[in-house]
């Protein structure tokens, strides 16, 4: 069966540090992968999603960015983490488009 | 364009009571995905149910129940005998090619 696991579950970082979350899915071969944010108390955003290794669509112009070095590994980083930058983080995969959307644990990033 | 509403923020009943969560979407594909999932209070999203666009049959699951009816627009979510653990922010999605609209989410709250 296929799992998908991120790391790390919780982070707190000061303001101007980098960031790297990342995200693996296990059990399957070329998955979609897709990062989401959901800030406090506030609704899903897709940031980026991938169809397969190197090939990142952004959805929201940030100071984020995704990387894919490998077919089932996605990477969320960030040379310099801003206060809006705080929030939960959900990495996320499908089989093919318009399959179902699996999600990882999610990571709580805080930055002070 | 393709969007999800979610016109309840928040519902609070008394368990045993019967709940329905609503949901309305548009999108001008002929060919789309519903779908709903739960979030506990952990932050995980958790998959429910998935639906294309031309099963218009209603789908029951133990005590809950979906009524997709595509003259309205509207992919409804219905939790008979509503238990303590149903509490959570339930999220319906709408598949656009490959990714997945949310709507901002109906928190539940099941008073014991």
């Known amino acids: 069966s296929q799992t998908i696991h991120q790391w790390p579950a919780t982070l707190v970082q000061p303001v101007g540090s980098p960031l790297s979350l990342e995200c693996t899915v296990e059990?399957?071969?070329?998955?979609?992968l897709y990062w989401y944010r959901q800030a406090a108390g506030r609704g899903l955003q897709l940031l980026f999603y991938?169809?397969?290794?190197?090939?990142i669509s952004s959805e929201v112009p940030q100071n984020l960015s995704a990387s894919r070095p490998q077919d089932r590994q996605f990477i969320l980083s960030s040379k310099k983490l801003l206060l809006s930058d705080s929030g939960f983080y959900l990495c996320?995969?499908?089989?093919?488009?318009?399959?179902?959307?699996?999600f990882g644990e999610g990571s709580w990033l805080t930055v002070v | 364009a393709q969007k999800v509403t979610q016109a309840q923020t928040e519902i609070s009943v008394v368990e045993k009571e019967d709940v329905t969560l609503d949901c309305v979407y548009e999108t001008r594909d002929t060919t789309y995905y519903l779908f709903w999932y739960k979030q506990p209070p952990s932050g995980e999203l958790v998959f429910l149910i998935r639906r294309n666009s031309f099963d218009e049959q209603n789908e029951i699951s133990g005590r809950y129940s979906w009524n997709f009816q595509k003259s309205t627009s509207s992919f409804n979510f219905t939790i008979t005998a509503s238990q303590v653990v149903d509490s959570a922010v339930y999220f319906c999605a709408l598949i656009n090619t490959d990714k997945l609209i949310f709507g901002t989410g109906t928190r539940l709250q099941v008073f014991p």
């Open positions: 996320a995969w499908s089989m093919t488009s318009g399959n179902t959307i699996y």
């Open positions: 991938s169809v397969g290794i190197g090939q």
């Open positions: 059990g399957t071969s070329n998955p979609n």
